[in-house]
Protein backbone atom coordinates (compact mmCIF):
# COMPACT_ATOMS: atom_id res chain seq x y z
CA UNK A 1 0.00 0.00 0.00
CA UNK A 2 1.46 3.46 -0.64
CA UNK A 3 1.54 6.37 1.85
CA UNK A 4 2.57 9.67 2.19
CA UNK A 5 4.38 9.07 5.82
CA UNK A 6 7.79 9.81 4.99
CA UNK A 7 6.87 12.89 3.48
CA UNK A 8 4.92 13.65 6.43
CA UNK A 9 7.33 13.07 9.23
CA UNK A 10 9.75 14.68 6.84
CA UNK A 11 7.93 17.94 7.05
CA UNK A 12 7.65 17.86 10.48
CA UNK A 13 11.33 16.83 10.16
CA UNK A 14 10.55 13.85 12.51
CA UNK A 15 13.28 11.31 12.60
CA UNK A 16 11.43 7.17 12.44
CA UNK A 17 12.57 6.94 15.85
CA UNK A 18 10.41 9.90 17.13
CA UNK A 19 7.57 9.08 14.95
CA UNK A 20 7.95 5.12 16.52
CA UNK A 21 8.15 6.96 20.19
CA UNK A 22 4.58 8.73 19.54
CA UNK A 23 3.19 5.44 17.97
CA UNK A 24 4.38 3.08 20.55
CA UNK A 25 5.67 0.88 18.04
CA UNK A 26 9.75 0.34 16.91
CA UNK A 27 11.48 2.53 14.48
CA UNK A 28 11.61 -0.80 12.55
CA UNK A 29 8.12 -0.98 12.06
CA UNK A 30 8.02 2.88 11.06
CA UNK A 31 10.33 1.92 8.10
CA UNK A 32 8.38 -0.74 6.78
CA UNK A 33 5.25 1.21 6.91
CA UNK A 34 7.10 3.81 5.20
CA UNK A 35 8.73 1.21 2.57
CA UNK A 36 5.39 -0.72 1.74
CA UNK A 37 7.07 -3.74 3.54
CA UNK A 38 4.34 -3.90 6.12
CA UNK A 39 0.34 -2.34 6.45
CA UNK A 40 -0.66 -1.21 9.37
CA UNK A 41 -3.86 -2.64 11.05
CA UNK A 42 -6.85 -0.04 11.33
CA UNK A 43 -5.99 0.89 14.77
CA UNK A 44 -1.89 2.27 13.72
CA UNK A 45 -3.33 3.58 10.78
CA UNK A 46 -5.77 5.50 12.26
CA UNK A 47 -3.82 7.10 14.83
CA UNK A 48 -0.98 7.90 12.61
CA UNK A 49 -3.44 10.00 10.68
CA UNK A 50 -4.53 11.37 13.86
CA UNK A 51 -0.94 12.72 14.60
CA UNK A 52 -0.31 13.71 11.28
CA UNK A 53 -3.88 15.61 11.64
CA UNK A 54 -5.47 13.84 8.02
CA UNK A 55 -7.81 11.79 6.76
CA UNK A 56 -6.82 8.26 6.98
CA UNK A 57 -7.10 8.35 2.52
CA UNK A 58 -4.47 11.16 2.83
CA UNK A 59 -2.18 9.21 4.55
CA UNK A 60 -2.89 5.63 3.07
CA UNK A 61 -3.48 4.88 -0.94
CA UNK A 62 -5.60 1.19 -0.52
CA UNK A 63 -5.59 1.59 -4.47
CA UNK A 64 -1.51 1.08 -5.03
Not at 28 to 48: C, H, M, R, S, W
Request: glycine letters at 4%.
Amino acid sequence: MKNRLRVLRAEREWSQAVLAEQLLVSRQTVNAIETGKYDPGLPLAFKIARIFEQRIEDVFDPGQ
